[in-house]
């Protein structure tokens, strides 16, 4: 059974820093590149970043560029993303999908994901 779980999530003041983590189960990150969405409260979901499954190719929004690091262990079959300099704007659930594939490029339409996890929540605010 394809698993994902999301962990890491909380509040923080604007500026400040959040690691996410998005730990698979009954699957492995050789197979499968990963995506993270947000969704903010009245807003549709949106693709922050992904990375591929074969070499950890890495796609950013740019909303996101230059704050954002994603990465994964392959040894704990965990993705995480690192959120640096926070904004307000960035307060949303986010959540973690996979895409079945072994590419050398990951994907953030929703349509090719073939599992979620249930999303943590964010929120950036002084």
């Known amino acids: 059974q394809v698993q994902l779980v999301e962990s890491g999530g909380g509040l923080v003041q604007p500026g400040g820093s959040l690691r996410l983590s998005c730990a698979a189960s009954g699957f492995t990150l050789d197979y499968y590149a990963i995506g993270w969405f947000r969704q903010a409260p009245g807003k549709s979901r949106e693709g922050v970043s992904c990375?591929?499954?074969?070499?950890?190719?890495?796609y950013y929004a740019n909303a996101v560029k230059g704050r954002f690091t994603i990465s994964k262990d392959n040894a704990k079959n965990t993705v995480y993303l690192q959120m640096s300099s926070l904004k307000p704007e960035d307060t949303a659930v986010y959540s973690c999908?996979?895409?079945?594939?072994?590419?050398?490029?990951?994907?953030?339409?929703?349509?090719?994901?073939?599992?979620w996890g249930q999303g943590t929540q964010v929120t950036v605010s002084s």
């Open positions: 990375i591929s499954s074969s070499d950890g190719r890495t």
């Open positions: 999908a996979a895409m079945w594939g072994i590419t050398d490029y990951c994907s953030l339409n929703p349509l090719k994901m073939v599992s």
